[in-house]
């Protein structure tokens, strides 16, 4: 939950406390600093900053949700439940900024992601049923609403889904 110039601070302040407290021989307190700056570490390559930027997502604050994003090197490190969040928020960013095929890539690595809900995953279909209607592919945009449908999703993305369907029909 910290952004890379948050960790790196605490970082230094920890490691200059560790070296103070080797000095001074607590070797106790030395142990407990180097494991919260492993954890730390740790936490930088298997959470990221997903947490923050999710939390500006949610304000519809983009730039800021992208540039956390964008302080992910290798989103491949991070954890599955952080993964599937990162892959969502790169899509509808390259969604609003008219990227389409990028924000396909994105929707599609977050298809094949863990949810824990239903109407999280939901969305990502949605997304993907959108990105195929606005390609033209409709036997592509069927198959995400068909997945979609085996979803417990909440009433407005049903309604969404049956707005698709219905303009399936009218080009199938």
Known sequence: MMTIKARIAVIFIAALL?????????????????????YLIWSHFREGSVFLATQAF???????????L??????????????????????????????IDEAEYH??????LPWKKDNEKGMVMINLANIAL?????????AYTDVANKLHLTARQASIITKIENEISKHL
Do not use: C, W
């Not at 000095?23 to 307190?29: C, V």
């Not at 599937?84 to 969604?95: D, H, K, P, Q, V």
């Not at 929707?107 to 094949?112: C, D, T, Y």
């Open 18 to 38: 560790l070296g103070y407290g080797l000095y001074q021989g607590h070797y106790q307190t030395a142990v407990l600093l180097a494991g919260g700056i492993g």
């Open 58 to 68: 949610h304000r519809q604050d983009y730039e800021k949700t992208k540039n956390l």
């Open 70 to 99: 964008s302080e992910i090197k290798n989103p491949d490190t991070l954890r599955k439940g952080r993964r599937n969040f990162y892959e969502f928020m790169m899509g509808n960013i390259a969604l609003k900024e008219e990227r």
């Open 107 to 112: 929707f599609q690595l977050a298809s094949r």
């Open 134 to 142: 606005r390609k033209t592919d409709y036997e592509r945009a069927r």
